[in-house]
């Protein structure tokens, strides 16, 4: 009997043991949501049953997570400009070009047409021709051409004194030289075009400008921001390049110039673009290190390819200091072209006879307004047509 009862009681101790074992189930980790009524948590198999994903309303907070959905604003593609031909700039800009020379143009017609040109008259002739940056040796030169002239004629009207000093103006800014900006690729070499001068002269804007110019008349361009010394000259190039669809090649602030250039060109190469154009640092002329640091930029693309054009970028307002910078500059690299930037503001249109007289190399182009399209091929005939009115 005793080992009935005791039979008894292990039978019922083992079933209340493994019947607590189906009826504790192991606590699903918290996910962090709130149990929804009738969730069960798991299957007979103990495999967790997949929720449906709960929808959110529209621009409603998440009852599920509790936090609110962030939309970020969509990012506008930047508009890709198509900026007009380099054909006919300077003469749409011919107006603004008149109005920034009126006093060296017409006081020079005003002499001319005095009824009597004696020496004091032929002296105001000259002393405009000089405080206008013609330079002395070039005044001179006009002077004399124009008081020969006077003589042979004997008459002088309106339209034959403009004449005259046309023809004299003409011949000191050389109509002759040429003027085209090399920018044409060399079978599967880009041309490459360098771009130097000082601080403040506008030059990474004329690289920005320039490739507007390029880009108008039908070509491709990468630009290479060469200018590491200063991480707001890359900046300011990144955003003329994107308006036109253009890539800038920069490197971290501080980088070596000369590799920048060099891969640019590369860029170039690999991608069949049509022209480089490398904004290099705007170094002191008084900084001997900086310009042996052109030097070196020079050299070292010329491991990839030809240097084409080396364009010294000057501020026409500047006169005399200007034509020192660009004799340096003349010295370590071989300047093919200027770039006369700020010729509508108090800028004299002399300076454009004095710097080819003292570089022997042409303006090539000529930065006329702040607008992204005034810079433009320099032409000879419209420019003093322009500060000599109509005719």
């Given at each position: 009997m005793d080992y009935t009862i005791f039979a008894v009681a292990i039978f019922v101790v083992a079933v209340l043991v493994f019947g607590g074992v189906f009826l504790i189930r192991p606590r699903r980790p918290d996910s962090g949501k709130e149990p929804r009524a009738g969730d069960e948590g798991g299957s007979a198999t103990g495999t967790a049953v997949a929720e449906p994903e709960e929808k959110e309303e529209p621009g409603g907070p998440s009852a599920a997570a509790g936090t609110a959905t962030i939309e970020e604003p969509p990012v506008a593609p930047v508009e890709i400009?198509?900026?007009?031909?380099?054909?006919g700039r300077l003469v749409r800009l011919r107006a603004r070009l008149a109005r920034s020379q009126s006093v060296f143009g017409q006081g020079l017609l005003n002499?001319?047409?005095?009824?009597r040109l004696d020496e004091d008259a032929w002296e105001g002739i000259e002393d405009i021709l000089v405080t206008s940056d013609v330079g002395v040796t070039s005044a001179s030169q006009i002077v004399d051409g124009l008081r020969t002239k006077v003589k042979v004629l004997g008459t002088r009207s309106p339209e034959e004194v403009r004449g005259l000093l046309r023809e004299e103006l003409l011949a000191q800014i050389n109509p002759e030289l040429d003027r085209a900006v090399r920018t044409e690729p060399?079978?599967?070499?880009?041309?490459v075009i360098m771009?130097?001068?000082?601080n403040g002269t506008g030059k990474t804007t004329s690289c920005g400008k320039l490739a507007r110019v390029l880009v108008g008349d039908g070509r491709s361009v990468v630009l290479g921001a060469a200018d590491t010394f200063r991480a707001a000259a890359a900046d300011q190039?990144?955003?003329?390049?994107?308006?036109?669809?253009?890539?800038?090649?920069?490197?971290d602030e501080g980088a070596d110039p000369a590799s920048v250039a060099f891969d640019a060109v590369t860029r170039a190469s690999d991608e069949g673009a049509d022209t480089v154009i490398i904004d290099t640092a705007g170094r002191l002329h008084t900084k001997t290190g900086l310009m042996d640091e052109l030097g070196k930029v020079k050299r070292v693309v010329e491991k990839k390819s030809q240097v084409d054009e080396v364009l010294l970028v000057l501020d026409a307002t500047t006169g005399q200091n200007?034509?020192?910078?660009?004799?340096?500059?003349?010295e370590v690299v071989n300047i093919t072209g200027i770039v006369l930037t700020k010729l509508d503001g108090t800028a004299k249109g002399g300076?454009?006879?004095?710097?080819q007289r003292e570089l022997g190399v042409p303006v090539k182009l000529v930065g006329l307004g702040e607008g992204p399209d005034d810079l433009a091929p320099f032409?000879?005939?419209t420019f003093v047509d322009a500060i000599l009115g109509e005719g």
């Open positions: 400009e198509i900026p007009p031909p380099s054909a002499l001319l047409a005095s009824d060399h079978g599967t070499r880009p041309a771009v130097v001068g000082v190039l990144e955003t003329w390049g994107s308006r036109v669809g253009a890539p800038v090649i920069r490197k200007g034509l020192r910078q660009a004799r340096v500059f003349a300076i454009i006879v004095q710097v032409e000879p005939e």
